[in-house]
């Protein structure tokens, strides 16, 4: 029996390295998640409510709505897919965490990310398609039939887009809470090897 301390004794098992590479996949996953969301919100906010009280008030009719639902059109896009992202982050934290104790800020994470990627697809899909038509045939805000319509679907569109941003605000709180801690930073000196020799 071989009783020589060696530098393999030291070496992390084949548990240990596996543990760390899921770390590290939790933490870009996570990461990935974050700025995804980050840039829906300051797009939101950068659009909603910095340009678009601007290009209203400064623009005449038709082209202020015309320029603000190319925007919003282009923008629809880029959030759909960065909660496309999203999701696939999510799926793949999820699928890290399969075999631990299910944590009720994983799920509730992870149903803020679905409803969160909800309201986008909404409002890309439906609610700027039908603003832009209605902008389109003439509509203005609060005059007429098409212009009272306008007012609801803008105002839906509004309220969903505060709810969204302060969903996203708490979905990047609930993704950096919840990253996986690696053994080796939590400070814990108790498991590690003792030198060989007698017990002090």
Partial sequence: MNDTFTEADLAPSLDERR????????????????????????????????????????????FAGDAMGAAFARFDQIAITLSVVLLGAEVVRTFLARRERPRLDARFRRLAGMFFAACTAYTGLFLSPTINELHRNGARRGVGPDGARLEVIHQRATNIGKAECALGLLLVGLHVFSIRRQKSEEGDEADAPLPPGPAA
């Fill in 19 to 62: 543990a760390t590479r899921r770390d590290r996949i939790d933490r870009a996953a996570a990461t990935l998640a974050a700025l995804s969301v980050g840039l829906v919100v300051g797009g939101m906010v950068a659009l909603g409510a910095c340009a678009a009280p601007f290009v209203f008030a400064l623009t005449p009719a038709p």
